[in-house]
């Protein structure tokens, strides 16, 4: 019984430890991260301009995700409408289908699903690039001709996606209440007039501006937390492939977090 008692209290240290452990990685990571963006953020006015690289990376991001966010938004509107009309029924209130899927698309669903598109298309393909250079020691190379990697690698990431990400939202947000109200409208019989009267009825400012601000805080951590990933990680094969890994999942739980904590401020 002994025994057992110090094996158990043993298994519990070891765990406690281990969490403890993770718990100091992640502040660690947390500062050095923020640190980081911060550094190459300090560079925004200096010389010489980044502006070709900049265009360059909003071009990848705006124009390579287009695609996904058009085909997310379409689909995200049609199951809505198509799922809150069998629920609005049942209340004899279809009237209202317009409002629910307009405020669900822009308020929640658009700037957390375009943000997670967005993650999993661009997000991971700044990691896997940026490890690559560290791998090839591109960035080293850029030292070495006094070319700073912070102004020339990190910097128009995290500003592209920063713009493009509200964008993008815009576009899966207009794509979702037009899929909406096509299979809404057209499909099941719900009065076009009321459907957009009580769309514009019901939404209000707010709605649109708790949409906006999620937008471009999302792009801002997505840039953040994928450049830190790449220019932080181990320069092999191995080493890339699991910051990109781990720059996905981190960036999809921030997201997820930071949804929480925005949305209590726009109720």
Same mark, same amino acid.
């Given at each position: 019984m002994s025994d057992m008692t110090t094996a158990s209290q043993s298994g519990m240290?070891?765990?406690?430890?281990?969490?403890?452990?993770?718990?100091?990685?992640?502040?660690?990571?947390?500062?050095?991260?923020?640190?980081?963006g911060f550094q190459a953020l300090s560079l925004l006015f200096a010389k010489p301009w980044q502006g070709k690289h900049f265009i360059i990376q909003l071009y990848a991001l705006g124009v390579g995700s287009l695609a996904i966010i058009v085909i997310t938004g379409a689909f995200t509107g049609m199951v809505l409408a198509l799922q809150g009309y069998y629920t609005l029924a049942k209340f004899g209130s279809e009237s209202l289908l317009g409002a629910g899927v307009g405020m669900s698309i822009i308020r929640e669903l658009g700037p957390v699903?375009?943000?997670?598109?967005?993650?999993g298309r661009a997000g991971s393909s700044i990691t896997a690039e940026i490890g690559i250079m560290r791998v090839t020691e591109q960035t080293d190379a850029l030292e070495m001709m006094a070319v700073n990697p912070m102004q020339r690698i990190i910097l128009p990431r995290i500003i592209a996606t920063t713009i493009a990400?509200?964008?993008? /939202?815009?576009?899966?947000d207009v794509v979702g209440?037009?899929?909406? *109200? !096509?299979?809404?409208?057209?499909?099941?019989g719900v009065n076009p007039g009321a459907y957009m009267a009580e769309l514009i009825a019901k939404l209000e400012?707010?709605?649109l501006n708790g949409?906006?601000?999620?937008?471009?805080?999302?792009?801002?951590?997505?840039?953040?937390i994928c450049t830190y990933m790449g220019y932080r990680s181990e320069?092999?094969?191995?080493?890339?492939?699991?910051?990109?890994?781990?720059? /996905?999942?981190i960036a999809s739980v921030g997201?997820?977090?930071?949804? *929480? !904590?925005?949305?209590s401020f726009f109720l």
């Amino acid at each position: 019984m002994s025994d057992m008692t110090t094996a158990s209290q043993s298994g519990m240290a070891t765990f406690f430890g281990r969490m403890g452990r993770y718990a100091m990685r992640g502040i660690e990571q947390l500062g050095d991260g923020t640190r980081l963006g911060f550094q190459a953020l300090s560079l925004l006015f200096a010389k010489p301009w980044q502006g070709k690289h900049f265009i360059i990376q909003l071009y990848a991001l705006g124009v390579g995700s287009l695609a996904i966010i058009v085909i997310t938004g379409a689909f995200t509107g049609m199951v809505l409408a198509l799922q809150g009309y069998y629920t609005l029924a049942k209340f004899g209130s279809e009237s209202l289908l317009g409002a629910g899927v307009g405020m669900s698309i822009i308020r929640e669903l658009g700037p957390v699903l375009g943000a997670f598109m967005i993650i999993g298309r661009a997000g991971s393909s700044i990691t896997a690039e940026i490890g690559i250079m560290r791998v090839t020691e591109q960035t080293d190379a850029l030292e070495m001709m006094a070319v700073n990697p912070m102004q020339r690698i990190i910097l128009p990431r995290i500003i592209a996606t920063t713009i493009a990400v509200p964008l993008l /939202v815009s576009i899966f947000d207009v794509v979702g209440i037009a899929s909406g *109200y !096509i299979v809404g409208v057209e499909l099941l019989g719900v009065n076009p007039g009321a459907y957009m009267a009580e769309l514009i009825a019901k939404l209000e400012m707010i709605d649109l501006n708790g949409g906006w601000v999620k937008a471009v805080i999302f792009g801002f951590m997505i840039g953040m937390i994928c450049t830190y990933m790449g220019y932080r990680s181990e320069p092999t094969t191995e080493g890339v492939a699991k910051a990109t890994t781990q720059a /996905v999942v981190i960036a999809s739980v921030g997201v997820l977090i930071m949804d *929480y !904590i925005l949305t209590s401020f726009f109720l």
